[in-house]
């Protein structure tokens, strides 16, 4: 039973790794997973912590205060004219920034006049100059027409594209989306054009400047797909060190009042210390551009998330997305983890193992993406152990419950209930199956008990045996004994069993006392009141090793209790009609008990089955000896 009931619930962990797999694998449901990956992610950032960013990375927003500063110190409306953002890569260029990223999109749809545009295109070719590249934005825009979607690619106007500038595409996933991955590439259709994001242009353009081989590290980060996750360092925007404002860039011309063409010495000085050698990229920070993302560190401009997930290629700290199989199998493992914590005993340990084990799985979780930017989908780590853990838990409730009111039915009626729950709590105590143990053996039968049906009807004969039995029934059990069976007349109670205790000689003896007491005193005046016979009985008690358990088909089985030990009690109870004594126990009955009886040697018999001889004693008390002796005695003792 307990073999079978151990593979049908390793068939359930299983079964519920069967599901996940099918989860796993299913379109539909995977997005599911990923969603929750992708808002779990908050969770694993805020246990890494912060990080430092390359310490070349810069990030100049274009704020509210600025727009308002530009607008009231200088007339300067929003959007800037373009010239302003020539002046700005000049400067940038001049202060030693290696490359230039402008998260803005100069369109020719909204150009402003030539001049405007040729002076940017001029700032661009001066930068180049100076050897720092400027990476302009550039989009792809989907239209349904007739037919079928059409793709175009926006650029910037034309005029500015005279001056070659390296494109990148801007913000190309879904406005106020959660942002965790970057589109590495888009193509207008497939094996056409392609046009990297701006962050990934970037990072090619540092290759080029630093002798690197680009395609290798993009493979490295991208793998088979087109997007790779962004590892966020941190907050950008607080950041003293890396983040400014495009005022700090204008502060002679919005707080000294000084020509644009003019930069005092000391000014140019300190924007050589800050941007030499640096990585720039500069973009809005201003909410009405609605140009912002939902991160792990919460909301972030555009801007923000195009530099950090250019700090993720530059740094190296690409987030491993651990492939499906890899996945697969680990929830396997975890299936049958699950399974092992099941079999833990009692409850409260697989309860405080499971809490264990979860925390355990999560610490790993965490632990992988802290360490090494490993990302195990924390969906199916913890629905791959908590899954298992449920439906082996439940199964297993299920089957106690059954368990137990199996062995309500076997021991409620004829066993103290404190034993029943005993038994409940710990079924190996009265093992289903078979166990031996060491127990005393009584048998009782009633006396004449033919002669005496013969005068009475069915239904007082019902009575007539109810009023024993149930006198004999709290006997045996207030002794801890337990009724196995009875036999019409007659019946077979245990002592030892099915729970151990600690002195079943002396309660057998004590029960087949208090028994025949309780016939004389309690039931026979009962017998007289209702006008049935008196009757006697004859109790035979022996002591030895014997089976308990359940015997029988498949179609009906009963827990009982076989062995040498029960042949011989029933052999010498069959003797007390023939030695005239109520009680006759076995020399190993004697030598058993631990308290102080009365016992007489009465004979030593050969029973049926048995080859030694059976040394027989008669239990009585001395002071009420009569009680204890039978009528129409057939033998002698000796």
């Not at 997007?227 to 890396?242: H, T």
Request: with cysteine; proline share 4%; glycine share 8%.
């Amino acid at each position: 039973m307990k073999e079978q009931r151990l593979w049908i619930s390793l068939g359930f962990a299983l079964a519920c790794f069967g599901l996940l797999f099918m989860l796993y694998v299913t379109p539909a449901s995977r997005s599911v997973l990923n969603g929750i990956d992708t808002f779990s992610t908050e969770l694993l950032y805020a246990f890494r912590g912060t990080v430092p960013p390359d310490s070349r990375l810069r990030v100049i927003g274009i704020t509210e205060n600025d727009i308002q500063l530009f607008r009231e110190e200088l007339s300067v409306p929003y959007p800037l004219p373009r010239d302003w953002h020539g002046e700005l890569i000049r400067r940038l260029a001049d202060s030693g920034a290696r490359i230039i990223v402008m998260d803005i999109l100069f369109s020719g749809e909204d150009s402003w006049d030539n001049a405007e545009d040729e002076a940017l295109r001029d700032a661009i070719v001066y930068a180049r100059s100076q050897h720092c590249e400027v990476v302009l934005a550039a989009a792809i825009e989907s239209m349904q027409v007739p037919g079928g979607m059409v793709r175009s690619k926006i650029t910037p106007a034309p005029v500015i594209m005279e001056a070659e500038p390296q494109l990148g595409l801007s913000n190309t996933t879904q406005k106020l989306g959660y942002r965790a991955d970057e589109t590495a590439w888009d193509s207008l259709q497939d094996g056409q054009e392609v046009l990297y994001s701006q962050a990934v242009q970037a990072f090619r353009t540092h290759c080029s400047q630093e002798g690197l081989d680009f395609e290798p590290l993009l493979d490295n980060a991208v793998g088979q797909t087109r997007s790779f996750r962004i590892n966020y360092c941190g907050p950008l925007e607080p950041d003293a060190q890396v983040s400014a404002s495009l005022s700090s860039i204008f502060a002679n011309e919005l707080f000294e009042h000084r020509d644009r063409a003019e930069l005092a010495p000391e000014e140019r000085e300190r924007l050589q210390r800050r941007y030499t050698g640096c990585h720039v990229f500069i973009g809005s920070r201003a909410q009405a551009d609605n140009d912002y993302f939902q991160t792990p560190y919460g909301t972030m401009f555009g801007v923000d998330t195009n530099a950090s997930a250019f700090d993720t290629l530059v740094s190296g700290r690409t987030v491993r997305v651990l492939p499906p199989l890899q996945v697969l199998l680990i929830c396997f493992a975890l299936a049958l983890l699950a399974w092992l914590t099941n079999q833990l005993k009692p409850v409260r340990n697989v309860w405080m193992a499971a809490l264990a084990i979860s925390g355990l799985v999560l610490l790993c979780d965490l632990l992988l993406f802290a360490r090494a930017s490993v990302e195990l989908s924390l969906s199916m780590t913890l629905l791959g152990y908590g899954l298992p853990l449920l439906t082996c838990f439940f199964h297993g409730a299920i089957s106690d419950e059954l368990a137990a009111r199996r062995i309500r039915s076997l021991f409620g009626r004829y066993v103290a209930s404190e034993v029943v729950e005993q038994i409940v709590r710990d079924p190996a105590l009265a093992d289903l199956g078979g166990v031996e143990r060491t127990a005393a053996v009584m048998f009782n039968d009633i006396r004449s008990f033919s002669t005496i049906s013969e005068q009475l009807s069915a239904a007082q004969v019902v009575e007539f045996l109810n009023l024993y039995w149930g006198v004999v029934n709290d006997v045996v059990i207030r002794n801890h004994g337990w009724i196995n069976k009875f036999l019409g007349d007659g019946m077979v109670a245990c002592f030892g069993g099915p729970v151990p205790t600690e002195q079943p000689v002396d309660d057998a003896v004590r029960t087949a006392l208090e028994i025949v007491r309780a016939l004389h005193e309690e039931l026979w005046p009962q017998l007289d009141a209702r006008g049935l016979p008196r009757f006697q009985i004859g109790i035979g008690i022996n002591v030895g090793r014997v089976i308990m358990g359940n015997i029988g088909s498949d179609l009906r089985q009963e827990y009982t209790v076989i062995g040498d030990a029960a042949n011989v009690a029933s052999r010498v109870e069959s003797q007390t009609k023939e030695f005239g004594w109520s009680i006759l126990v076995t020399q190993s009955v004697v030598d058993g008990v631990s308290g102080e009886y009365c016992f007489r040697f009465v004979s030593a018999q050969q029973v049926k089955g048995r080859v030694e001889e059976v040394r027989l004693h008669a239990v009585l008390d001395p002071a009420k000896e009569e009680i204890y002796r039978l009528k129409n005695t057939v033998k002698r003792e000796e």
